[in-house]
């Protein structure tokens, strides 16, 4: 099979590059400065593509998305955190009304963030946001330029997904930092609910659910365990195998160092695996001991 793959340089496109070529898939890359044969030109700002990037592609997956905790969320940063996501739909789905060519499937990243904060409520896929914020509204526009894909009769898969752990990047390399000078940090109280996945069972996921003729609609990207913040901290310490002292990070110093973007590590998200597990998905990875295990083994 062909994939082109949107956002395939990053810390979960890298890996799931890696992994679909390792399954004999044909990787095709979009990127702002193309450097090999297989990788094609697009520009989010004017709005093209490279339409020979959809010649004989059988799926897409869309990982684009500048990072959301990567600077201080201001006015002009806001507007480029939304429009990262939602133009690389809009370019796609226009390629592919221009081309007539339409692949098999599209899967699109999404994220836990269209929650809210849920505090300790289980959610769903059908459950609504709790609440409002910058990251609710970001999620759903998000989704919705999934959906100008879908509505090109192409069976689409919006995976909402959750911290995912892995040395190489991601939440864990940031949380890592204070452990180089022996401290564990959490934040607040430390009793956030953490949804995490290991990089290799998002990676796995999104070739399982392009695999899958049947699966479409929402899923959300989450193992099946989710741990409270402190608790997460206090594997990582035990995974590493190295002492540390367990301190927290008063919230209000996160809101005042943070601004709006403290959100995005002090909400609560315990959410729920149970849907893509009843379509099938297997994961290597549920309980979060085992999966630091194999990151720092």
């Known amino acids: 099979m062909t994939t082109l793959l949107a956002g395939g340089t990053g810390f979960i496109g890298a890996r799931l590059t890696e992994m679909l070529r390792q399954q004999g898939h044909t990787v095709r890359l979009l990127s702002r400065q193309p450097k090999g044969p297989d990788q094609?030109?697009?520009?989010?700002?004017?709005?093209?593509?490279?339409?020979?990037?959809?010649?004989?592609?059988?799926?897409?997956?869309?990982?684009?998305?500048?990072?959301?905790?990567?600077?201080?969320?201001?006015?002009?940063?806001?507007?480029?955190?939304?429009?990262?996501?939602?133009?690389?739909?809009?370019?796609?789905?226009?390629a592919i009304r221009k081309s007539g060519r339409r692949p098999k499937a599209l899967v699109s990243a999404a994220a836990i963030g269209y929650y809210g904060n849920s505090g300790e409520k289980e959610m769903l896929e059908s459950d609504l946001p709790v609440g409002n914020g910058f990251m609710v509204d970001c999620c759903e526009r998000w989704e919705q330029a999934a959906d100008e894909i879908a509505q090109l009769s192409i069976r689409t898969v919006k995976l909402r997904i959750g911290i995912v752990l892995g040395k190489e990047g991601g939440a864990l390399r940031e949380m890592l930092k204070p452990f180089l000078f022996g401290i564990g940090a959490y934040f607040g109280n430390g009793q956030a609910w953490y949804s995490w996945i290991h990089?290799?069972?998002?990676?796995?996921?999104?070739?399982?659910?392009?695999?899958?003729?049947?699966?479409?609609?929402?899923?959300?990207?989450?193992?099946?365990?989710?741990?409270?913040?402190?608790?997460?901290?206090?594997?990582?310490?035990?995974?590493?195998?190295?002492?540390?002292?367990?301190?927290?990070?008063?919230?209000?110093?996160?809101?005042?160092?943070?601004?709006?973007?403290?959100?995005?590590?002090?909400?609560?998200?315990?959410?729920?695996?149970?849907?893509?597990?009843?379509?099938?998905?297997t994961f290597l990875y549920p309980g979060v001991n085992e999966a630091l295990e194999a990151i720092f083994t």
């Not at 799926?59 to 201080?72: H, M, P, Q, V, W």
């Open 199 to 281: 990089r290799d069972d998002i990676c796995r996921m999104m070739i399982w659910a392009l695999e899958q003729d049947e699966v479409e609609g929402v899923f959300n990207a989450v193992a099946p365990n989710p741990v409270r913040n402190k608790t997460l901290v206090q594997a990582i310490a035990r995974a590493r195998k190295k002492p540390a002292i367990l301190m927290p990070v008063p919230a209000f110093a996160l809101k005042i160092a943070l601004g709006e973007m403290s959100a995005t590590i002090l909400n609560s998200n315990r959410v729920s695996s149970e849907k893509v597990e009843q379509a099938g998905f």
């Open 40 to 94: 094609f030109a697009w520009d989010l700002n004017a709005g093209t593509m490279d339409e020979r990037a959809l010649q004989g592609v059988d799926y897409l997956i869309n990982l684009t998305g500048a990072g959301i905790a990567d600077k201080r969320w201001t006015t002009a940063r806001k507007k480029e955190l939304i429009e990262s996501r939602t133009k690389s739909a809009q370019v796609l789905a226009e």
